[in-house]
Structures are given as C-alpha cells and as structure tokens.
C-alpha cells in the first residue's frame, strides 16, 4: 500500500513516480491502463519521459484537458461549476462526502446501489485524507495533457473508453484530436466495476489485435 503524504499529491509526481518504479523494475512493452485522473498519471509520465517503454496505452473516462471554457471540448464540466466545487464543496468534510455520493449514485454506477455498496465505495474514497483529496482534485482539474494524448495517440495503439452519459461531447472530441486513439463507450464511469467480464472482453480484444 502506498504512503499517505502531504506533499507531492499531483500528477507531475505521479507521473515521476511511475517511471522511478518501471526503472526500478526494468520493465519494457508495456501497457499502461489508467482510470479517471490516473489517465492523467499516465499521460503525466508520457509528457516527462516519452513513450520508449510502452507497447499500449489504455484510458478510462476522462479527458486529457479536463478544464477548458471550448463548448466543443470534452471536459469535467463548466468553469463555474468546477469552481463552485473547489471553493463552496470540497473544502468541507460534508460536503465532500456528499459530493462523493452523488457522483457515485449518478455518475459512476448506472444500477441502483444497496446501502452497503454505497457505503464501501464511500469508505474506499475516505481512506484518502481530506486535503490530500482536495490537492489531488485542483490537480486533475488543472491539468492538460493534450500534448502527451497526442502523443500516444500517434505512436502507440491506444483505447479510450468512455461512459455512456456523454459519448456525444467525448467521442467527437477524441476522433477529432486523437483519431489514432479507439474509442469505445459503455456503462458509466466505474464501468470496470460495474462490467468487469464485458470491460475484460474489450480489453482483451483490443490486446490481441495488436499482435
């Protein structure tokens, strides 16, 4: 299990992180499969050491430039409300939880949720200190990896899969910018929970292609 830290809680240290580990390791053809912001790891770790050790890369549900006030671009939502988030939400412990539930039951799970599963999942998310959760959100959402998404885009076989609440804004987005990237959408943001055997599938289709 990773220490818990107070500093270094964003994604260029992230991105140096997993390089100190491949290196550490000595490992080449990689694939790399990130979730939500840890596809902003992996393009973190593109941006800082380039693609030389990597077969595939792999992205789930988030775009590479989460902020951005083009109605056309893909992103976590409007400027003002990623800001009334930062300043009125997250600074409070309620109000982050409360943020974490909604998400939860709106966005990440398409079924409805018994009370216990809500509550693990909360709990998973609780286990991330308060300021470390705030930290690594103002991160994410400041964040732009267009460069390195371009750059996997053109030099590595690469998938993005994109939940069901928003291939219309998320598709056009990667065809258009990212057209060497596939594209696929199913379930809601926590799909690999939700469809671990169907998200298993694609992915393994997706691998054996590549041979």
């Not at 083009?70 to 939400?89: A, F, K, N, R, T």
């Not at 993005?160 to 928003?166: D, V």
């Not at 056009?172 to 990237?181: A, Q, V, W, Y």
Request: hydrophobic share 40%; aromatic share 10%; proline share 5%.
């Amino acid at each position: 299990m990773s220490s818990k830290v107070s500093h270094g809680n964003e994604t260029l240290t992230h991105g140096r992180d997993l390089n100190a580990l491949i290196e550490a390791l000595d490992l080449h053809d990689l694939t790399l499969v990130g979730w939500s912001t840890g596809n902003l790891d992996l393009w973190s770790y593109v941006s800082q050491f380039g693609v030389g050790r990597l077969k595939a890369a792999v992205t789930i549900d988030m775009s590479p430039v989460p902020l951005s006030a083009d109605p056309d671009w893909w992103v976590e939502g409007s400027i003002e409300e990623l800001c009334m988030l930062m300043s009125q939400v997250l600074p409070s412990l309620e109000g982050t939880r409360a943020f974490w539930s909604d998400y939860a039951a709106g966005v990440m799970i398409q079924r409805e949720m018994h009370p216990g599963e809500m509550e693990y999942i909360l709990d998973m998310s609780a286990r991330t200190p308060h300021n470390t959760c705030v930290a690594l959100f103002a991160s994410a959402v400041l964040s732009d990896y267009y460069a390195a998404a371009k750059e996997v885009s053109e030099k590595l076989p690469s998938l993005m899969f994109i939940a069901e609440h928003w291939p219309e804004v998320a598709e056009p987005f990667m065809h258009k910018h990212f057209p060497g990237t596939k594209t696929h959408v199913m379930g809601g943001h926590l799909m690999v929970y939700e469809y671990p055997d169907q998200w298993n599938r694609v992915l393994e289709d997706f691998l054996s292609g590549m041979s």
